[in-house]
């Protein structure tokens, strides 16, 4: 009944998906951190542009 189970193939197979799903999390997450940090600095350049006066010669 547990033949299957403990073969080596099945075993690799699972441990290989277990391991995409472990590098998949890590990604989003740094994924999140960097698009959080890249936000605040368009937001401290957006501020200071804004400040300066300088916002409204941007082509946008």
Do not use: E, N, Q
């Not at 080596?8 to 989003?28: D, F, K, S």
């Not at 740094?30 to 400040?51: E, F, M, T």
Request: hydrophobic content about 75%; cysteine-free; charged content about 5%.
């Amino acid at each position: 009944m547990f033949d299957p189970l403990t073969s080596g193939t099945i075993l690799l197979l699972v441990l290989a998906l277990l391991a995409v799903v472990a590098v998949a999390i890590i990604a989003v997450r740094i994924a999140i951190k960097l698009a959080i940090r890249v936000g605040i600095v368009a937001a401290v350049v957006l501020a200071a542009l804004y400040a300066t006066g300088t916002l409204g010669i941007l082509p946008i």
